[in-house]
């Protein structure tokens, strides 16, 4: 939806959003996905780590919470069966439920929130088998994070499809080390129920 709406790119160097740090003008084999995600790809036959620059800030791994500070390149792991991904602090993930086909329900959606920073982010959604969005037939909920008052407000539905969700369920994750990690779904630190009006949380989370 960013790329539509916004002419934003998916995939895109380091420089994109670190022009001022020299240290990444000439890597080639990280990239970001989105604004969250720094992957790092294996692309040596049999390696079980690889050598990955941290952009400054805090950067949380995505498999298991923790954290490393950034502003320097680190040798992290990288077994066959996960690449190195890091989420930046700051960030709202928002990960659903393993489906088959794309109108399937993606309710409850859990909410992942990357502590360190505010950070906000927007909940696009359509009837996901047409091109009814072009004729304004999408829905927006629009995610921000107060990280000092531990406080995120969920804000008022905009906009609606044929078949949406009018109530939704978000499971809201503060992810520490060992705590909301991983691609499964795990145990949330608050579960709140929309209908589509704000509303504030205020979560205690670890």
């Known amino acids: 939806w960013k790329v539509t709406s916004e002419g934003y790119t998916i995939m895109r160097p380091l420089i994109f959003d670190y022009q001022n740090d020299p240290n990444v003008f000439s890597i080639k084999d990280q990239f970001l996905f989105g604004p969250a995600l720094l992957v790092n790809p294996v692309v040596t036959a049999g390696a079980t780590s690889r ?12 498999w298991n919470g923790k954290t490393l500070t950034g502003g320097k390149t680190e040798t992290v ?30 309710d409850p959606l859990e909410i992942r929130i990357y502590r360190g920073a505010n ?27 107060n990280d000092a008052a531990r406080q995120l407000t969920i804000g008022a539905r905009k906009g609606s499809f044929q078949g949406m969700l ?13 705590h ?13 129920f929309y209908d ?10 670890k």
């Open 180 to 192: 909301g990690g991983g691609a499964e779904i795990g145990k949330p630190d608050q579960t709140v």
């Open 119 to 145: 950070g906000t982010f927007t909940l696009y959604e359509d009837e996901g088998d047409s091109y009814n969005y072009e004729k304004g037939k999408y829905s927006e909920i629009r995610f921000q994070w």
């Open 77 to 106: 792991d990288a077994p066959l069966d996960q690449m190195p991904i890091y989420v930046k602090a700051g960030s709202i993930v928002p990960m659903g439920p393993f489906i088959q086909y794309a109108t399937q329900s993606s």
């Open 166 to 178: 009018t109530h939704r369920t978000f499971r809201i994750v503060l992810v520490d080390a060992n």
């Open 196 to 205: 589509g009006s704000k509303i504030v949380v205020s979560i205690k989370g």
């Open 51 to 62: 050598s990955v620059y941290f952009p400054a800030g805090t950067w949380f791994n995505f």
